[in-house]
Each structure stands twice: as C-alpha cells, then as structure tokens.
C-alpha cells in the first residue's frame, strides 16, 4: 500500500464517523453546547469540513465548495471562504446553525467525495510539492494532508463525545 492509499483510507472512513456522531440528533440537539464555552455537535462538523474544503480546495488551486454551492445559507451563514471556524467566540459558534444534520452529512460528502478524487490522481512525488512556505520548514502536501485529516479525526471524536453528553 503507497502512501496515497493510506490517505485515501483515513479520509474514506470520515464520513461514516460523522453519521454517526449526528445519528439521531435534531437541530436543537445539533446546536446545544453541553456546557458554556463548549462546542456543539453542528458546529465541531461544520469546523471539520470547512477546514478540510479550506485547505484541499486551496492545494487544488479550486475554489471551495462553501463558496461555489448553497451550503453557507442552509447553516445560517455568509460563503465567506475565510470563516473556517479559528478564533470563533460563543456568539460566533452560536451562529453556525445547521438547518438538520442532512445538511451536515450533505456538506460533508460533498468535500470528501472531492477530497478522495483528488487524492486518486496523486503521484508520489506531488506529495512532496511545497504548499506553504510560511512554516519553517515548509509544509508539503503530504504534510498538510496528513494535518487536515489529523484535525478532522479529533473533531469528529470530539462530536462524538458531546453527543454521548447530550443525549445522557
């Protein structure tokens, strides 16, 4: 197995791990931090998949599907392609509505499905092309591959979690 398989694999198990972090919660239950200052289940998905069609879109020099679909208005958002999720506050995190968990699971594939056909079309070699030179040392593409799928996996953990806490 080369190392494009590998992270074909990672990124293919994802969605079946955000089904079942979203499995049977309603919107409310979706927006419901399980303590002040914590994150809700609707807003940890939302952050997972919008860093990961942040920064694949940007590795593919394409713009991201938040911009170019109708995802933002369906969590009560703009499609600004910056609001990613960092630094976001309680009002911020509060203003990620999520109109059900279709909508989160639909945003989702969506950015997987074009996460895996890029993965498809990698060479070896491509995974060491420099992405961002304002690291030291710069961050190749297989490093930040491996980054977003890192940050994914935690989060998705994390829903996980807080589901399990609000629904008792």
Same mark, same amino acid.
């Given at each position: 197995? /080369?190392?494009k #398989?590998? =992270?074909?694999?990672?990124?293919?198990r994802? $969605?079946g791990?955000? %089904?079942?972090a979203l499995?049977? =919660? #309603?919107p409310?239950?979706?927006? &419901?931090?399980?303590? +002040?200052?914590?994150?809700?289940v609707?807003w940890?998905?939302? *952050?997972l998949?919008?860093? &990961?069609d942040? *920064? @694949?879109?940007?590795v593919?020099?394409?713009?991201?599907?938040?911009?170019?679909?109708?995802? %933002?208005?369906?969590f009560g958002?703009? $499609?600004?392609?910056?609001?990613v999720?960092?630094?976001?506050? $309680?009002?911020?995190?509060?203003?990620?509505?999520?109109?059900?968990? /279709?909508?989160?699971?639909?945003y *989702?594939?969506?950015?997987?499905?074009r996460?895996?056909?890029? =993965?498809?079309?990698?060479? $070896?070699?491509d995974? +060491?092309? @420099?992405?961002?030179? !304002?690291?030291?040392?710069? @961050?190749?593409?297989?490093?930040?591959?491996? !980054? @977003? =799928?890192d +940050?994914?996996?935690q989060?998705?953990?994390?829903? %996980?979690?807080v589901?399990?806490?609000?629904?008792g």
């Open positions: 197995m /080369d190392v #398989d590998l =992270l074909t694999e990672g990124y293919g994802l $969605p791990l955000v %089904a079942d499995d049977g =919660l #309603d409310r239950q979706l927006r &419901q931090a399980p303590a +002040d200052g914590a994150n809700p609707g940890l998905i939302w *952050h998949t919008r860093i &990961q942040h *920064h @694949v879109a940007d593919m020099g394409e713009p991201q599907l938040w911009v170019t679909g109708d995802w %933002a208005p369906r958002l703009r $499609p600004d392609p910056d609001d999720g960092f630094g976001h506050g $309680p009002a911020q995190v509060a203003a990620v509505r999520p109109e059900d968990g /279709d909508v989160l699971r639909d *989702h594939r969506a950015v997987v499905d996460t895996l056909a890029y =993965l498809r079309g990698l060479n $070896p070699a995974l +060491d092309r @420099v992405v961002d030179t !304002s690291w030291d040392p710069p @961050v190749t593409l297989g490093v930040r591959l491996v !980054s @977003v =799928l +940050d994914d996996l989060h998705v953990g994390q829903a %996980a979690y589901r399990g806490l609000i629904q």
